[in-house]
């Protein structure tokens, strides 16, 4: 059978089934789930030798990357399986929480995180420069702030004029 029908169907993995799993493992040797049902496999066939070679490899390489503790004891293999489009989307629209906001650690050490830039907010350069020439200095900074989280990639000509402003030029 297939890799896929493999796992769906891993309890009634046969023999017939080694040379399949075999080459999958070879084509991903990082593949630890597919490691853990090869060496269950081979046990259940009698294959002691390549069971226990199997178990040496998945401890090697977990000393090096850790694993889920879902994948130590008693692998499910039906996490294995591809979710679908679909079922992504389910799942994220029943979560609480539909919005994104950045983690703490975006701010500076020593700073609170800045203030995500909300489509209601009206800004724009013109309108940082008019509160600059009108002497606003702290409405411009405040604009000109929201202007570099909403133009990251001019965040260093915005980072200029900041630096400007509060040396009073």
């Not at 017939?16 to 593949?31: G, I, M, N, Q």
Request: with cysteine.
């Amino acid at each position: 059978m297939d890799f896929l029908t493999l796992i769906d169907n891993w309890t009634q993995a046969s023999a017939d089934d080694l040379p399949e799993l075999e080459r999958t493992v070879a084509d991903y040797p990082w593949f630890i789930p597919g490691k853990i049902l090869l060496m269950s496999l081979c046990l259940r066939c009698g294959r002691t030798a390549d069971s226990d070679r199997m178990r040496r490899s998945i401890a090697l390489h977990l000393a090096a990357y850790p694993a889920s503790d879902w994948m130590l004891e008693n692998p499910d293999f039906k996490k294995l399986q591809r979710q679908s489009s679909f079922s992504i989307i389910e799942t994220f629209l029943a979560s609480d929480s539909h919005r994104i906001v950045p983690d703490e650690s975006f701010a500076a050490p020593g700073e609170a995180a800045p203030a995500v830039v909300s489509d209601d907010d009206l800004v724009s350069e013109s309108l940082a420069e008019i509160y600059r020439k009108q002497g606003l200095v702290e409405e411009s900074k405040a604009t000109y702030r929201k202007l570099s989280l909403k133009f990251p990639e001019k965040s260093v000509y915005f980072a200029g004029i900041l630096t400007e402003i509060e040396q009073g030029k």
